[in-house]
């Protein structure tokens, strides 16, 4: 089975700060790896995910990713954070030949403080 | 175009009563699926649809629970004689094909809330 930890429910920082939101995952066979982002009273988005290739991925909205097979970690980081990224982001994990669920972490709350 | 729709946003009902969900996948869409989000957690999974079929039921959590996808398109979760237990965000999400690289793009939800 795999399974998913965000390691932080809340992270709260200043605008314009750096942030990392942290994800780790648990798995016997391989897996391609997403983060997820829910604004307030939206649904779950795409942000960005990893499925070959380079191991460093980016989103439209200057989040990027870094897969790291040895700490089986997919950390998201963003080097200036504006109001607009509050939200809630969530890591997920899918099995590359089998179950096509995804399996999803509890979430990190980020909120961006002016 | 259009995005996955769910009806309705809110459902409220009581203890023992018989529930319906509907999903409306993006056109064109042939894999679909449902997860269940309770109050500060991840979505997990419930049941997952290729076409008509259910492909993988497996995160049911009880034979209350059933779903439903006939004509390959909208989808209906059923819940019977619902508990408080089962109050929670319930989502919907498609994608183009089936595969576990494929993006799955989610709906807004329905939140349940059984008194």
């Known amino acids: 089975a795999q399974s998913v930890t965000q390691l932080d429910s809340q992270v709260p920082v200043f605008e314009e700060a750096p942030v990392e939101l942290r994800c780790n995952y648990s798995?016997?066979?391989?897996?391609?790896l997403f983060w997820y982002v829910q604004y307030p009273n939206q649904g779950l988005q795409l942000l960005l995910k990893?499925?070959?290739?380079?191991?460093l991925v980016e989103s439209i909205n200057g989040f990027e990713a870094e897969f790291n097979k040895s700490q089986t970690s997919f950390h998201l980081r963003k080097p200036s954070v504006h109001i607009s990224d509050t939200a809630e982001y969530f890591c997920?994990?899918?099995?590359?030949?089998?179950?096509?669920?995804?399996?999803f972490g509890q979430g990190t709350r980020l909120t961006i403080n002016p | 175009g259009a995005g996955v729709s769910q009806t309705p946003s809110n459902k409220v009902t009581e203890k023992g009563k018989y529930v319906e969900l509907r999903c409306d996948p993006i056109?064109?869409?042939?894999?679909l699926y449902w997860y269940r989000q309770s109050l500060g957690q991840g979505p997990e999974f419930l049941i997952y649809?290729?076409?008509?079929?259910?492909?993988?039921d497996s995160g049911l959590p009880n034979d209350r629970f059933f779903a439903v996808r006939p004509e390959g398109s909208v989808s209906t979760l059923k819940i019977q004689r619902t508990e408080r237990g089962d109050s929670a965000m319930y989502l919907c999400?498609?994608?183009?094909?089936?595969?576990?690289?494929?993006?799955?793009?989610f709906g807004p939800g329905t939140r349940l809330l059984v008194l």
């Open positions: 798995s016997s066979v391989s897996v391609y």
């Open positions: 990893y499925l070959s290739g380079s191991t």
């Open positions: 999400a498609s994608s183009l094909t089936s595969g576990s690289r494929e993006t799955q793009y």
């Open positions: 056109s064109g869409h042939t894999a």
């Open positions: 997920a994990v899918s099995i590359i030949q089998g179950a096509q669920k995804l399996v």
């Open positions: 649809f290729q076409g008509t079929g259910a492909a993988d």
